[in-house]
């Protein structure tokens, strides 16, 4: 640290008690953030520390409530979609270490928090004091979440495919709902009307994709989540292989689509066949993930 710099420090009003939530972000790691829903507050206080300095003159403190997203391998495509400020101190000179409550009141939470390969939505809170010569600035992250019960309440449709190679395989499969919450179970079966080809093993994949930038200028990342083997070895003619896949124990978000006309996630269910010659024959299917209130 640069002597002379002050300290700025923060503290969230209820941080013990309030609820935290992880992610995973490629550059910064694994992080655990406090949760704010509905019409949940922000406060806390900013304490700024003189750091053995006698007085410290600026140019005022503020504090900003920041919405971002984060296109990381592109920050032209960066952009803030929120942004709230109040000023702590006016220009001045402090003599001593100072303490600021703030709050910001029920702030709109219209996406949710997002931290992905290519693209993150961030939530931060950003304390800044304005000197002749730069900033001293310190920022503080936090997480919005929000639950999506017009989902839950909608009625369920099942998804059915087919497979087929003319005169060596005909399959069908079905899953039985089209909308998961994040804790839900994938359960479906799959129909083998003609097997002609020697499988060696089926096995189901979820897929992450997310989509960035538009028209030609548009990037799609995609990330297997799990693989899961539903059947190993050659099925017979007639038989019906259960599908059943845990969502809890696998890392995604909720859906979502075109968020500020910046970026898209999607989920794919991959259900892969694979056989004695390692050729494989595959059908993706898209499935919607939303949060349970």
Known sequence: MVQGQPIIEVTLDGIETRK???????????????????????????????????????????????????IINDQKQSSD???????????????????????????????????GNTVRLRYYLKIY???????????????????????????????KLEVGIEECLHIDFEYFKSKYHLRDVVTGKVNFYLVKIKIKY???????KEQYGQGQ??????????????????????????????????DITPSVKN??????VKYILNLILVDEDDRRYFKQQEITIYRKK
């Open 20 to 70: 935290h939530t992880r992610f995973v972000d490629k550059q910064l790691g694994a992080l655990k953030l406090p949760v704010y829903t509905g019409d949940d507050d922000i406060s806390g206080v900013v304490e700024v520390k003189m750091n053995k300095q006698k007085k410290i003159e600026h140019m005022g403190i503020r504090i900003e409530l920041v919405g971002r997203i984060e």
């Open 129 to 159: 004091m304005t000197r002749s010569y730069g900033k001293v600035q310190k920022e503080v992250d936090f997480a919005v979440l929000i639950s999506q019960p017009e989902l839950e309440e909608q009625p369920q449709t099942s998804l």
């Open 202 to 208: 089926m096995e189901l994949a979820v897929i992450r």
């Open 217 to 250: 200028q548009q990037q799609t990342d995609n990330e297997t989540l799990v693989k899961y083997e539903l059947m190993d070895g050659c099925p017979q003619k007639g038989e019906v292989i259960p599908i059943r896949l845990y969502l809890s124990g696998v």
């Open 81 to 115: 979609f929120m942004s709230m400020s109040r000023e702590l101190e006016p220009q001045g000179i402090l003599f001593e270490d100072k303490a600021y409550k703030f709050q910001f009141q029920k702030f709109e939470k219209q996406n949710e928090s997002y931290y």
């Open 259 to 264: 968020v500020n006309g910046k970026f898209s």
